[in-house]
């Protein structure tokens, strides 16, 4: 697989001339879709209820045109992403229309949780200027040790090349899953009940020195 490596704007990265395996190969890296609790995925602004879940889909559908996210009131869109576990984010794809409609920035937020359109005007841990890419070649490559334990995702992408909505057709995440681990919570509750038995000398002692 020939790639074309930009390293202005955020680290873009363009795949050129997909084979059968390499189509299969970045299927495998772009399956985090999968960890994805899509019944609390969040789409703010979005025209059609429900529509901004549809966008997280498996590679080889990325140019399925038939599920896409409009936004409403204006070109600004939206999502709080939630994780089954904790991710390792390494690069996304981002496809919207061949037109003004197609998203023209993108900022990250990680493990912020019910983020508004408020709360995104506050710094990101990464931003990005989009290019236009109706074809999925165009890969952002993430700062990995920034987003290496994330559960929850907001991608915010506040304008686009002029249209007065935004159309997005796919984004596609790469990176690491682990399960999410709550041995803690455990340990917490086990310790929190005494055991009589590491304590019957003391319990006896007390009660010898009130009878003296």
Same mark, same amino acid.
């Given at each position: 697989?020939?790639?074309? #490596?930009?390293?202005?704007?955020?680290?873009?990265?363009? #795949?050129?001339?997909?084979?059968? !395996?390499?189509?299969?190969?970045?299927?495998?890296?772009?399956?985090?879709?999968?960890?994805?609790?899509?019944?609390?995925? !969040? @789409?703010? /602004?979005? !025209?059609?209820?429900?529509? =901004?879940?549809?966008?997280?889909?498996?590679?080889?559908? $990325?140019?399925?045109?038939? $599920?896409?996210?409009?936004?409403?009131?204006?070109?600004?869109?939206?999502?709080?992403?939630?994780?089954?576990?904790?991710?390792?984010?390494?690069?996304? *794809?981002? *496809?919207?229309?061949?037109?003004?409609s197609h998203p023209r920035k993108?900022?990250?937020?990680?493990?912020?949780?019910?983020?508004?359109?408020?709360?995104?005007?506050?710094?990101?841990?990464?931003?990005? !200027?989009?290019?236009?890419?109706? /074809?999925? &070649?165009?890969?952002?490559? %993430?700062?990995? &040790?920034?987003?290496?334990? &994330?559960? #929850?995702?907001?991608?915010?992408?506040?304008?686009?090349?002029?249209?007065?909505?935004? %159309?997005?057709?796919?984004? =596609?995440?790469?990176?690491?899953?682990?399960?999410?681990? #709550?041995?803690?919570?455990? *340990? @917490?509750?086990?310790?929190?009940?005494? /055991?009589?038995a590491d304590h019957k000398h003391?319990?006896?002692?007390? &009660?010898?020195h009130q009878v003296q």
């Open positions: 697989m020939s790639h074309n #490596h930009s390293h202005g704007g955020g680290g873009a990265c363009a #795949h050129e001339a997909l084979g059968i !395996e390499d189509e299969l190969e970045m299927g495998i890296q772009y399956s985090l879709y999968e960890k994805i609790d899509m019944l609390n995925v !969040e @789409c703010l /602004n979005e !025209e059609t209820e429900g529509s =901004g879940r549809t966008v997280f889909k498996p590679y080889n559908q $990325r140019l399925d045109f038939d $599920r896409f996210v409009t936004s409403d009131a204006d070109e600004e869109l939206l999502f709080n992403i939630p994780f089954t576990g904790n991710v390792k984010l390494k690069g996304i *794809i981002v *496809i919207g229309a061949n037109d003004d993108m900022k990250l937020f990680k493990n912020r949780p019910k983020m508004t359109f408020d709360d995104a005007g506050a710094s990101a841990d990464q931003e990005f !200027e989009l290019e236009r890419d109706s /074809n999925g &070649v165009i890969e952002y490559s %993430t700062k990995v &040790v920034t987003f290496s334990s &994330v559960h #929850h995702l907001s991608i915010y992408f506040p304008t686009n090349y002029g249209d007065s909505n935004t %159309t997005v057709y796919y984004i =596609g995440l790469k990176g690491e899953f682990s399960e999410a681990h #709550h041995h803690g919570v455990t *340990i @917490c509750t086990y310790e929190s009940r005494p /055991n009589v003391d319990l006896f002692d007390s &009660v010898n």
